[in-house]
T-cell receptor, first 116, second 114 residues
Framework: AQKITQTQPGMFVQEKEAVTLDCTYDTSDPSYGLFWYKQPSSGEMIFLIYQGSYDQQNATEGRYSLNFQKARKSANLVISASQLGDSAMYFCAMRDTSGGYNKLIFGAGTRLAVHP | NAGVTQTPKFQVLKTGQSMTLQCAQDMNHEYMSWYRQDPGMGLRLIHYSVGAGITDQGEVPNGYNVSRSTTEDFPLRLLSAAPSQTSVYFC?????????????FGSGTRLTVV
């Protein structure tokens, strides 16, 4: 069965520093996609970044980059130059294609606190 | 575009009551899903739909019903509310193919069952 694991319940970082949020996954499907979402205290889910299993390069979106290590089945999110507004819950998710349909399965999340 | 609209934003139910959580999207997305979010457990899939008239169960479907009569709407029905259904519910949608397959989420419905 496909599974997402986020082992860090909470992290903190100093403002302007970089931080890495860990995500490992398990799948037997050769074609898959990995996502990161941000959930601020207001509750909405904000899409940050996507990595396809066949993508040759690591995905980047502004200050967000995805450290994709396929052999290790890890897809860590790197946030550079942290800002106070980055304090939020972060979820790693994987596209699940079992049954022929695309669904998202989520990890338990990591709560990031950015300190001034 | 309004994106994905969920109503209500907050609801309190008594045990045994029924209700429908509404979800509508105006992006002509084929795929729609309902998730529940509980502390320490991330989001878990309740039901999903790949188009009008087609629905299927997710990870935690018990106690919930769905139907998809139009592309735009995907309501979630609680048949007989239980305290274990106290949670935050998210509706999400995406196009069937193309792009980065990213889901667009609604703002959530916070449900309390007493």
């Amino acid at each position: 069965a496909q599974k997402i694991t986020q082992t860090q319940p909470g992290m903190f970082v100093q403002e302007k520093e970089a931080v890495t949020l860990d995500c490992t996954y398990d799948t037997s499907d050769p074609s898959y996609g990995l996502f990161w979402y941000k959930q601020p205290s207001s509750g909405e889910m904000i899409f940050l970044i996507y990595q396809g299993s066949y993508d040759q390069q690591n995905a980047t979106e502004g200050r967000y980059s995805l450290n994709f290590q396929k052999a290790r089945k890890s897809a860590n999110l790197v946030i550079s130059a942290s800002q106070l507004g980055d304090s939020a819950m972060y979820f790693c998710a994987m596209r699940d294609t079992s049954g022929g349909y695309n669904k998202l399965i989520f990890g338990a999340g990591t709560r990031l606190a950015v300190h001034p | 575009n309004a994106g994905v609209t969920q109503t209500p934003k907050f609801q309190v139910l008594k045990t045994g009551q029924s209700m429908t959580l509404q979800c509508a999207q105006d992006m002509n997305h084929e795929y729609m899903s309902w998730y529940r979010q509980d502390p320490g457990m991330g989001l878990r899939l309740i039901h999903y739909s790949v188009g009008a008239g087609i629905t299927d169960q997710g990870e935690v479907p018990n106690g919930y019903n769905v139907s998809r009569s139009t592309t735009e709407d995907f309501p979630l029905r609680l048949l007989s509310a239980a305290p274990s259904q106290t949670s935050v519910y998210f509706c999400a949608s995406r196009i069937a193919e193309g792009g980065n397959y990213g889901y667009t989420f609604g703002s959530g419905t916070r449900l309390t069952v007493v």
